[in-house]
């Protein structure tokens, strides 16, 4: 059996508020919670306090003591705090201005997205006239189709010319041979018509067939005057036509070489009738369009 300890335990020191015993070193009562030394500075003033102090000396805070209760929450003030407005720094002077606009200039800028649409449509576009350009490239110099037609329709859409009336005084249309002599003659430039360049047709109807496809023609490119010329039953238009007579016999020089067409410039000769098959013919190009 051990014989009791001569060394005892310190003292505690008791709450003022319950009575408690606590520890030596306690700062607040373990029942209650009442502070039991005061703080080394003051909660609410923040000066130096001696380990004795009960109040505060220079605000009178209570520094020993229950501790204030906390108010309930519904009797807590609601207090409303506004959002600040942003403030917008005055401009004072202009090196101020430059100073704003240098740091707007190095934000980094906002590119905005092109529209796939209009890309598409510009790139279409451009393909589109590039493909014009290189048609027109190659057909710009290619030869041109020549029709010898005046305003008539084309062969095949019409219905075969009528036989040409007899010509004056009761004389008969010659007969078409095996071997139809074919019609000659010179064409010449009238005065004040300089030398103009194209292409010179020579024209031969039936006797008084003044529209529709002609019987047959002769092309001439880059003729010299006086030019001479020659049309026969090889050049008719329509295969199978006589090569008969009378005729009526024209000359044309036409500027862009197109039959089709007559532009401003044109020259043509005035019309001879009653040539046959054998004769020679002068025609002079006289008239300018």
């Known amino acids: 059996m051990h014989a009791p300890s001569d060394t005892a335990s310190p003292p505690g020191q008791k709450c003022s508020e319950c009575g408690t015993e606590n520890v030596p070193s306690a700062r607040f009562c373990k029942q209650c919670g009442a502070a039991q030394k005061p703080p080394a500075t003051c909660p609410d003033c923040a000066t130096e306090l001696p380990a004795d102090a009960r109040f505060c000396s220079s605000c009178g805070l209570k520094l020993l003591g229950p501790r204030p209760a906390p108010p309930p929450p519904s009797e807590a003030p609601t207090i409303e ?3 600040p407005e942003p403030s917008i720094p005055p401009v004072e002077d202009d090196a101020h201005r430059q100073a704003l606009a240098a740091e707007a200039a190095a934000l980094p800028s906002v590119r905005r997205p092109t529209s796939s649409v209009g ?11 590039v493909l014009l350009v290189v048609i027109y490239s190659m057909n710009r110099d290619a030869p041109k189709e020549v029709s010898p037609f005046e305003g008539g329709p084309a062969p095949g859409s019409m219905a075969q010319p009528s036989a040409p009336a ?4 009761g004389e008969a249309p010659v007969a078409a041979g095996p071997a139809a002599a074919p019609v000659t003659g010179t064409v010449t430039l009238g005065e004040g018509m300089g030398d103009p360049a194209g292409t010179l047709f020579v024209i ?3 006797a008084g067939v003044g529209r529709g496809p002609p019987l047959a023609v002769k092309k001439i490119d880059n003729p010299k005057f ?3 010329f020659q049309v026969g039953p090889g050049d008719v238009m329509m295969k199978g036509m006589p090569f008969n007579g009378p005729f009526d016999v024209q000359a044309r ?3 862009d070489g197109n039959a089709m067409t007559k532009a401003p410039g ?3 000769s005035a019309s001879s009738s009653g040539a046959k098959p054998g004769d020679n013919v002068d025609l002079v190009l006289d008239t300018r369009i």
Do not use: K, T, Y
């Open 81 to 83: 705090v506004a959002a």
């Open 119 to 129: 890309s598409n449509v510009l790139m279409f576009v451009a393909i589109l006239m």
């Open 166 to 169: 007899a010509p004056a005084g």
């Open 204 to 206: 031969i109807r039936n």
């Open 226 to 228: 006086p030019q001479a």
């Open 253 to 255: 020089l036409d500027a």
């Open 266 to 268: 044109d020259i043509h």
